[in-house]
């Protein structure tokens, strides 16, 4: 990825890394793997990403966490400011609060994916199509893409664009509408999880 150019054939290329999440405290894999004296693996990798997925594909701790667990796990990540885009929540497969998900996502610029392989799977969709309505009405904004794990299928999202059109999804919450969308909206997300220095008394 370090070698990859930023633009290529007219086509932006972001570096960018999927991460999985280590706990229900919301920490990214690599985070207590130590890289030299003053960072992490994770630190050293963040250092290098534009765009980063934090994403469940595995039972953080391998156990099965309550429902504030799996809430608070999310609502840490949505409030990193290295993490741009929820990845798939609906694959952890446990019960959370998706209003308040949808909220604090909406409250910090962080993207909520949704994409094609997810509504593909029946014991996902169902929660994916309730997190859209709740994201519809707080103003979250979404990426949407295929998920794709082989090269003929990428670009392929129909399962998530039916549904968008279902539910009368805002096409201005689709931060990657367009380059220049997914780019604004980006530039308003590090905004928004910039660290505030306090006010002058």
């Given amino acids: 990825a370090q070698q990859l150019p930023r633009l290529s054939c007219g086509v932006r290329i972001y570096r960018g890394a999927e991460i999985d999440i280590e706990d229900y405290k919301g920490h990214l894999c690599f985070y207590n793997i130590p890289y030299d004296a003053e960072r992490s693996a994770l ?22 966490g309550s429902y504030q667990e799996v809430t608070d796990m999310f609502l840490n990540l949505i ?26 996502a909406a409250e910090n610029g962080t993207f909520i994916e949704c994409n094609n392989v997810s509504l593909n799977r029946e014991e996902e969709r169902e929660t994916v199509v309730q997190l859209l309505l709740l994201c519809k009405t707080f103003g979250t904004q979404i ?23 279902k539910i009368d999804f805002p096409e201005a919450l689709i931060a990657n509408r367009s380059r220049e969308c997914f780019e604004q909206a980006l530039t308003r997300q590090r905004k928004l999880k910039a660290p505030h220095s306090p006010s002058a008394s």
């Fill in 79 to 104: 409030a990193n400011p290295h993490v741009t885009t929820l990845g798939h929540p609906a694959r952890i497969y446990q019960p959370f609060d998706l209003t308040a998900v949808a909220l604090a």
């Fill in 43 to 64: 630190d050293r990798l963040l250092e290098t990403r534009e765009v980063v997925v934090a994403s469940p594909h595995f039972l953080p701790e391998g156990r099965q």
């Fill in 143 to 165: 990426v949407v893409n295929s998920d794709s794990h082989a090269p003929e299928n990428v670009g392929s999202f129909t399962e998530a664009y039916r549904l968008l059109q």
